[in-house]
C-alpha cells in the first residue's frame, strides 16, 4: 500500500490544484456578485447630470477584494462593473451603436479594475499592508494610496470614454469627472475599512474594533448622503424656478413684439379712413417709420379688391405711372410668375414698401393661393387682421418661412356691419409681410437667450406645416428631466406661451439645451461631497486608529493579566 507522504495538518486543498480553482473562480463570482449588488445600488446615489456618482459603493468592494484574495481577483471586478454599467449604457440602435455600448462598459469595467489593483499595490507598497491599521501612519498611508490616488485612474478613463463616445457633453467634463473621483474616493474610505474589518480572519484585535469602526462611518455615509440629497433637492426647483422665469420674458416679449407689428396694420387702416384718396407717395411717406423701426415687417402693402370687369382699367393705371410691366400675376405649376388667369374678382399687390426687394410681388394676386385666400375671406367676413399660415413669399430668397396678415378696409361711405355687406362693400387689404425668424429675432435680440432653444408653432395647420420658426436646426423636442435615483428628480423644463394672432393659435415654446444644465448647475453637491469626503476620512481614520489602540491596550492588559496569574500559579505550586 503506498505510504501516505503527507504532514499532518497539511490541507488537502492546498495539495489539489482543482480545489484551488474552485476557491479562485468562487472568490470571483462573489466579488463580481458584491460589485453588482452595490453597484445597483450606487446608482441611486448619481448626482445629475452625468453618469456619476456622489458616493461609489463597489470602489470600496473591489479595493477590499484585491486585498483580501490578491490580485487574481480582479476578473470579479471586470465582471460586476460591466454587469453594472451595461445597463447605463446600452442603447437601443443600431449594431454599431451596441457595439459602441458594450466596448464602453467594458472601458469602464477595465478602469475600475486597474483602480484596484493599483490601489492594492499602492497600499502594500507604501501602507505595509496587511497590517492591523492602528497607527496614524499606517491609517492615513492607507487612505491617501488606496482612496485619493487610486480613484484617479477610473474617474479619468471612465469620464474620457463617455466624453469620446459623445454621452457625456464635453462641457461636463469636469464635473463629472471630480463627481466621479470623489464618489470613488468616499466608497473606498466607507466600504473598505467596512469589508476588511469583518472580513479578515476574527483575530481578537480585529473582532473587538468591528463596531468601533462600523458605527462612525456608517454615520458619515449616512450624513454625507442626506446632505447631498437636500442640496440636490434645493437645486433642482432653483433650476426650474430660474429657467422658468427665463422663458417667461422671452415668450413676454414675443408676444409683445407680435401684437406691435400687427398694431401697424391698424395704424394704416386708420391713414386710409382719415384720407380722401391714398395714392403711391403718400403711402411711402407713411410708412416709412414702420419699416425703419419693426425689422420683424418684410413689407407693407395695398391690395385693392379689383373685379374682372376692371381688370384691364386697373393694369393699364399702373403702367401709366411708370411700371411699364405690371400686370395681375400667379404662380403656375412651375413656379414661375405668369399672368393671373380669368376669374370673378383679384386682390393684386397694387402698394408694396419698401419696393427694392419686393418688386417681383408688385402685382401678385393673393386670391390665386389658397392659403392667402382663406386668411383675405376670413378678414372680409369678421372684420378683423387676418393671418396666412406659413407660406413661400413671392420675394422670399432665403429659407425662411413668411406670414401674411390681412386688415380689411371696406369702401367709404358704406355699411359693413352684417356679413353680407362686408362680402359686397369691402374696398381691399392692407396687408403686412413677415418673415418667421425675422419677427422671433427682433422680439428676442436685447435678451438673454444662451444654452436656449426655441421654436414658433401654428397650431392650427397640418402637421407637417406647423413650424414656423426654429432656433435649432435639429427637430426640437421638449424636454422632460428625468433623472433617477435619490438626488434625480422628474420634472418638465419646457415653457409654452399659445397666443392669438389673427384667428390663428401660435405657440411659443422654449427648451434648454443640455449646455444650460452644465452651467446652471450649483456647485454646492461639490461643496457638500468634498466636507462628506474629508470628515469621512477623518472619522474613518480617528475611529481605526482609536479602536487599535484600544485593542492593543486589552490585549497588553489581558496578557500581562494571564502571565501574572501564571506567575501566582507557579508561585503556589512551589510553595
Do not use: C
Not at 413 to 421: A, N, R, S, W
Amino acid at each position: 500500500m503506498p505510504k501516505d507522504n503527507r504532514k499532518p495538518g497539511s490541507s488537502f486543498s492546498a495539495a489539489n490544484p482543482s480545489v484551488r480553482s474552485y476557491a479562485w473562480l468562487l472568490q470571483i463570482a462573489g466579488v463580481a456578485a458584491a460589485y453588482f449588488v452595490t453597484g445597483k445600488l450606487g446608482t441611486f446615489l448619481a448626482i445629475p447630470p452625468g453618469y456619476a456618482t456622489a458616493i461609489w459603493p463597489p470602489s470600496g468592494i473591489a479595493l477590499a477584494g484585491i486585498l483580501i484574495y490578491g490580485y487574481r481577483a480582479w476578473p470579479g471586478i471586470l465582471l460586476g462593473s460591466f454587469l453594472v454599467n451595461l445597463s447605463a449604457t446600452l442603447i437601443n440602435g443600431s449594431p454599431s451603436e451596441t457595439l459602441t455600448s458594450v466596448v464602453t462598459t467594458l472601458a469602464i469595467g477595465g478602469g475600475a479594475s486597474l483602480q484596484a489593483v493599483v490601489g492594492a499595490y499602492l497600499v502594500r507598497r507604501f501602507a505595509g499592508f496587511p497590517n492591523s491599521l492602528t497607527r496614524e501612519k499606517e491609517v492615513l498611508l492607507f487612505l491617501l494610496f488606496g482612496g485619493l490616488l487610486s480613484a484617479l485612474v477610473n474617474s479619468t478613463i471612465a469620464v474620457s470614454t463617455l466624453v469620446a463616445i459623445g454621452r457625456i457633453p464635453a462641457a461636463n467634463f469636469q464635473a463629472n469627472w471630480g463627481t466621479w473621483w470623489m464618489g470613488d474616493a468616499l466608497g473606498i474610505f466607507i466600504f473598505t475599512p467596512l469589508i476588511l474589518v469583518w472580513m479578515q480572519h476574527p483575530g481578537e484585535l480585529w473582532r473587538n474594533r468591528r463596531m468601533a469602526i462600523t458605527v462612525p462611518i456608517i454615520a458619515m455615509f449616512v450624513l454625507t448622503t442626506v446632505a447631498v440629497f437636500y442640496e440636490a433637492r434645493n437645486n433642482n426647483e432653483r433650476l426650474k424656478f430660474e429657467f422658468d422665469q427665463q422663458a417667461a420674458e422671452l415668450s413676454v416679449a414675443l408676444e409683445k413684439s407680435i401684437l406691435t407689428h400687427l398694431n401697424v396694420l391698424r395704424s394704416l387702416g386708420s391713414f386710409y379712413s382719415a384720407s380722401t384718396t391714398v395714392d403711391r407717395d403718400e403711402f411711402r411717406t407713411f410708412v416709412a417709420h414702420s419699416l425703419d423701426n419693426f425689422q420683424g415687417i418684410q413689407a407693407l402693402g395695398w391690395n385693392p379688391r379689383i373685379p374682372a370687369s376692371e381688370r384691364d382699367a386697373f393694369e393699364h393705371s399702373v403702367r401709366s405711372e411708370g411700371y411699364r410691366n405690371f400686370r395681375i400675376t400667379e404662380w403656375d405649376v412651375d413656379e414661375q410668375l405668369v399672368r393671373a388667369g380669368n376669374r370673378p374678382e383679384y386682390a393684386p399687390v397694387g402698394f408694396v414698401e419698401p419696393y427694392k426687394g419686393n418688386e417681383v410681388a408688385l402685382g401678385y394676386d393673393v386670391y390665386s393661393d389658397e392659403s392667402r385666400r382663406e386668411a383675405a375671406d376670413r378678414a372680409r367676413d369678421t372684420g378683423e387682421i387676418a393671418t396666412t399660415a406659413r407660406v413661400k413669399l413671392v420675394q422670399e430668397r432665403g429659407n425662411q418661412y413668411g406670414l401674411i396678415a390681412f386688415m380689411p378696409l371696406y369702401r367709404k361711405g358704406f355699411p359693413y356691419q352684417t356679413l353680407e355687406e362686408r362680402r359686397n362693400n369691402i374696398a381691399g387689404y392692407m396687408v403686412a409681410v413677415f418673415r418667421g425668424g425675422d419677427i422671433v429675432t427682433a422680439a428676442l435680440k436685447d435678451l438673454n437667450r444662451e444654452r436656449l432653444s426655441y421654436r414658433l408653432i401654428d397650431e392650427r395647420a397640418p402637421a407637417g406645416e406647423q413650424l414656423i420658426f426654429s432656433s435649432d436646426q435639429k427637430q426640437l423636442k421638449p424636454l422632460v428631466l428625468q433623472e433617477k435615483g435619490l438626488f434625480g428628480t422628474n420634472f418638465s423644463l419646457v415653457s409654452r406661451l399659445v397666443m392669438p394672432v389673427g384667428g390663428r393659435s401660435w405657440r411659443f415654446e422654449v427648451v434648454p439645451t443640455q449646455d444650460y444644465f452644465a452651467y446652471h448647475r450649483s456647485d454646492n453637491a461639490w461643496l457638500i461631497l468634498s466636507v462628506g469626503l474629508l470628515l469621512t476620512s477623518m472619522g474613518s481614520a480617528f475611529a481605526m486608529v482609536f479602536s487599535g489602540r484600544g485593542s492593543v491596550l486589552r490585549q497588553l492588559v489581558d496578557e500581562r493579566t494571564a502571565a501574572l496569574a501564571q506567575s501566582e500559579e507557579r508561585f503556589r505550586s512551589t510553595f
